[in-house]
């Protein structure tokens, strides 16, 4: 294990603060006992402005003297429901300090610190729960790294540090699935030391109180053995990489953290690496791309469909759920085998198809079976089907979005939730691409059911993007 920066090292990552942060981190006192609480409503979301005036609490509470110990709030609603994700595609999310300087300052930090958890608890705002030396949380708060949703990982620590507080197995399912835990389940996985049904504020400052009167070391979770009693770790990873590969089929993300915790069992400081290389390169993925979309349309402003125009919304995705079964039987009927399809579905991750579009008896084949077309030229006719059909009936219905219908197909067609939808699917090939490749179906085939939808030939022309004109 590498060393550990020191107090003074602390000092000179302070100093790297040049201007003075929005309050929106209070600072106070409770005789020896610095609060810093944050305030960002309505979930005290980690912007870069947050950061900074939590930074600046830490730096004064470090300095001062007089301070015996510090306890990190945000008060019973909410204590942090992690980073802003307006910030992800700008520079802000990356710009000092991140919740990984954060978390790494106060490792450095001298003083015990404890956590006191009322509501949210998510993502970089558990990861700074976790660097606290103790946690008391109220029993109904919720607790939980929810990265994966988003097609990423929680590279502030948290990575490394639940399966040093939380049994490994439960710490992975926390990991892999994004779900929380309430206060009281904390408590008894380990990952809180205090629960408490009111007043959290006053049991983390009667928890710090006896820190101090008794002298009780600093417990860095850091420091602490991960929590696991197999001898047979690859096993148990190989059961989890298997199972991931089986019920989604293709998603990286969770299969890099189930790499990244692997790693940090043996090295913390090798783990936060690799867990922060996984983040630069899963943010970039389409995938990330997707679930971030996804996060945005089911909003309930942004998913709302009025009760009119449910059925015609439903309309829209049964017509294209026809018109992939009509190239699936096209594509049977020229000698591609049925299996080879499903296949192909299957390793994009919509295993549902099987039943939507592959129930129906498969047509006798009209052609000599030839050479057998790859998954990726099989997806792409799937995909370009629906999203033509889709493209072609939405100008006639102004009240449903392109996003509408993505949503409509990931909630009750079992359209992978990490490929987005199919209109999102055809977004990210580009309107002028999927016209050409619709146009090179069209004289490959001449049946007459490859023509590009006019919104399509509009978007292509005009450089716009599908999902910006029709949501």
């Known amino acids: ?136 949380a109220h029993s109904n708060a919720k607790l939980g790294l929810p990265e994966v949703k988003l097609g990423i990982l929680a590279a502030g620590g948290g990575v490394q540090r639940l399966p040093r507080l939380v049994p490994l197995p439960q710490a992975l399912d926390m990991l892999l699935l994004g779900d929380s835990v309430s206060g009281q389940a904390a408590l008894g996985l380990g990952l809180v030391d205090v629960v408490s049904d009111g007043r959290g504020l006053r049991a983390a400052l009667e928890l710090a109180e006896r820190m101090v009167a008794e002298g009780k070391p600093i417990r860095r979770v850091r420091d602490l053995p991960p929590r696991h009693n197999r001898e047979d770790l690859a096993g148990l990873f190989a059961e989890r990489r298997a199972k991931l590969e089986g019920d989604a089929p293709g998603f990286v993300a969770p299969l890099r953290i189930l790499d990244c915790v692997e790693i940090s069992l043996t090295s913390f400081e090798e783990g936060g690496r690799a867990a922060m290389i996984a983040l630069d390169e899963l943010g970039r993925l389409d995938q990330s791309k997707a679930l971030r979309y996804l996060f945005a349309a089911e909003r309930p402003r942004a998913s709302a469909i009025r009760p009119d125009s449910e059925s015609l919304a439903q309309d829209i995705a049964e017509g294209m759920l026809k018109r992939a079964k009509d190239e699936l039987g096209k594509l049977a009927s020229r000698g591609t085998a049925r299996g080879i399809c499903r296949e192909a579905l299957r390793r994009f991750g919509w295993l549902q198809a099987q039943h939507l579009l592959l129930d129906d008896p498969p047509p006798v084949p009209t052609q000599p079976s030839g050479t057998q077309i790859g998954d990726g030229a099989i997806i792409a006719r799937i995909i370009l089907a629906l999203a033509n059909e889709g493209a ?80």
């Open 392 to 471: 072609r009936r939405l100008p006639s219905e102004p009240d449903i979005s392109a996003s509408a219908i993505d949503v409509l197909f990931v909630q009750r067609y079992g359209f992978p939730r990490y490929r987005g939808g199919p209109m999102f699917q055809a977004q990210l090939r580009g309107p002028e691409n999927v016209v050409k490749a619709i146009q090179s179906f069209a004289r490959e085939d001449e049946d007459g059911l490859w023509r590009p939808a006019p919104l399509l030939l509009e978007l292509a022309h005009s450089g716009q993007t599908l999902l910006r004109r029709s949501t």
């Open 1 to 136: 294990m590498g060393m550990r920066p020191s107090r003074n090292g602390a000092d000179s990552c302070f100093k790297r603060v040049e201007d003075k942060p929005v309050a929106t981190t209070h600072f106070g006192r409770n005789g020896p006992f610095a609060i810093l609480t944050i305030d960002n409503p309505p979930v005290n979301g980690l912007c870069l402005a947050s950061r900074r005036a939590l930074l600046e609490g830490l730096w004064r509470a470090e300095r001062d003297s007089g301070i015996a110990a510090i306890i990190l709030t945000g008060g019973e609603r909410s204590f942090s429901a992690g980073g802003d994700i307006r910030e992800f595609d700008g520079p802000d999310v990356r710009a000092f300090p991140m919740v990984r300087d954060l978390v790494e300052i106060m490792d450095a930090i001298g003083k015990p610190m404890v956590a006191a958890v009322g509501g949210l608890a998510l993502g970089g705002g558990l990861e700074l729960a976790l660097a606290c030396h103790y946690r008391v």
